[in-house]
């Protein structure tokens, strides 16, 4: 299994910088300075290296004779780091692929990731500022039952932290005026290791004007893997402040209730992130302050920063 993750993750990763890099050798100094900068260069040698990658991949399900389709590639590069008060060690470096596969009528996707992609205990806006014990690698296929403007329906298959997986889930808006929305999101899983289990997401959004949004969630799990029934509720003022700069101010609150501890609240977090496009297109950057009272510090004010550093490598 562990031969298995390697494999994804050097082929779609590594191997994408690998070839990234000797293309730039290929080239003298003089005319690579000439043609373009070396970031460009750089993105473009990644985004084709995936794309090839994801062509190569595609062609398995390809029927003989049959016209040869471009899949569609988007893939994720983020690096950051998050000093916490006693904690001033945190660097990590993220990377998500997901390959549309056009011989399937572009209703599957390809997903690899390093995060855990089955875990949904996070909100749809929230940034993690507690680390998981170990990180895990994951390999999932999509298929995309319907996707309309009002409702979203798919089905996933995969592989995360070693445990096989499959969910299922429905997306539903709905919107009553021209500046309220509401989503209902329920979904159901299984894991070979953990067992079955389902959760549900609730989520109000209001726009206030063009550029402010604020935006209420309320998200509840269970699982055969743990006792009682884990909650976690997330309200967002969401800023446009101009054509590259925008701004979250979030408020979280997460625990767990008719378990063995009966109810407790596991964290309070209160956080701003500032995050603007800068250089080029596909380059952004994040800073995030933010506060914490965890239960396992004893509701102690937690400070911290998040400085964050994505690249987003795309093509087809």
Do not use: C
Request: glycine residues 6%.
């Amino acid at each position: 299994m562990k031969n298995i993750y390697m494999f994804f993750l050097f082929f779609f990763s590594f191997t994408s910088i690998g070839n990234a890099t000797e293309e730039i050798e290929k080239r003298s100094t003089e005319e690579y300075e000439e043609e373009t900068p070396w970031i460009n260069g750089f993105h473009s040698a990644v985004s084709d290296s995936v794309y090839m990658s994801a062509a190569w991949f595609d062609e398995f399900f390809t029927e003989e004779g049959s016209v040869q389709q471009n899949p569609k590639v988007n893939a994720k590069i983020r690096l950051e780091w998050r000093p916490r008060s006693r904690d001033w060690d945190e660097i990590k470096a993220r990377f998500r692929v997901k390959v549309k596969l056009p011989h399937f009528k572009n209703k599957v996707d390809l997903i690899l990731s390093d995060e855990d992609e089955a875990d949904q205990s996070q909100l749809p806006l929230e940034t993690t500022h507690i680390q998981p014990e170990e990180e895990k690698f994951s390999a999932s296929l999509r298929y995309m039952h319907t996707n309309s403007k009002n409702k979203y329906t798919d089905t996933r298959l995969g592989i995360s932290g070693g445990d096989i997986f499959v969910r299922a889930r429905h997306k539903r808006y709905f919107n009553w005026s021209e500046n309220s929305a509401f989503k209902v999101e329920p979904s159901i899983f299984y894991f070979l290791g953990d067992g079955f289990g389902s959760r549900l997401l609730l989520e109000y959004n209001f726009q206030e004007d063009q550029k402010t949004q604020y935006r209420i969630n309320y998200s509840i799990e269970g699982s055969e893997s743990f006792s009682g029934i884990r909650w976690k509720h997330g309200l967002y003022r969401l800023k446009h402040l101009d054509e590259k700069t925008a701004s979250v101010t979030s408020f979280q609150v997460e625990g767990e209730r008719n378990g063995e501890r009966d109810f407790v609240v596991d964290n309070y977090t209160l956080s701003y992130r500032y995050r603007f496009n800068a250089y080029k297109k596909w380059l952004f950057f994040e800073v995030e302050p933010f506060l914490e009272w965890p239960e396992i510090e004893n509701y102690t004010t937690t400070p911290g920063i998040a400085f964050r550093v994505e690249g987003y490598f795309y093509k087809g």
